[in-house]
């Protein structure tokens, strides 16, 4: 009890700090929620996979209430220039993964698979991983991957995570 008080008060008093994600950034929950949580994230990451599914019960039961945002964080130098090392090999190509089928209106699904299945992500399958999702179109899924698009907005999502000098993933901002 001694510890959440110490983190409560901690919180409580860390100065507020504004944040705007990016307007294409997919959220769950009602634009106008009193509560907007925005996590920057890495598919790869195992202390994120913890807090995706801490995160899950927050949604269900409070979906009136709270807006769940977001934002790629992958720690990868291949896609984040504010990482010095390649620290998770299939980040990018899961970032990918999830903005495409994002783009497919797939977003909460393929989040959920994404780091369901983290432990089975190999180099150039990690979209295989969500061929089983309901009605995505894994052609065009494997299409959008390959274009620049693609890139600049794990690009904008890390300019953004590198401009708030968090110290790693998972980071929360409510």
Do not use: W
């Not at 698979?113 to 309901?134: H, M, Y």
């Not at 890390?158 to 000098?165: D, P, R």
């Amino acid at each position: 009890k001694e510890d959440v008080n110490d983190m409560i008060e901690s919180v409580m008093n860390t100065p507020a700090v504004q944040i705007t994600p990016p307007a294409d950034s997919p959220s769950v929950g009602p634009e106008n929620a009193p509560i907007t949580i925005i996590k920057f994230s890495d598919y790869e990451c195992p202390s994120c996979r913890l807090a995706a599914f801490a995160i899950h019960p927050l949604m269900k039961r409070y979906e009136k209430q709270v807006r769940f945002v977001f934002v790629n964080y992958p720690l990868n130098h291949d896609c984040n220039a504010s990482v010095e090392h390649r620290m998770h090999p299939f980040a990018c190509e899961a970032a990918a993964v999830a903005i495409c089928a994002t783009a497919q209106g797939k977003f909460i699904q393929t989040y959920e698979s994404l780091f369901d299945q983290q432990s089975k992500f190999k180099e150039g399958q990690v979209a295989d991983l969500i061929s089983t999702i309901p009605g995505i179109n894994m052609v065009a899924l494997k299409e959008c991957m390959k274009q620049p698009s693609t890139f600049e907005k794990i690009k904008t999502d890390t300019t953004l995570g590198a401009q708030m000098k968090f110290g790693g993933t998972p980071t929360f901002y409510i």
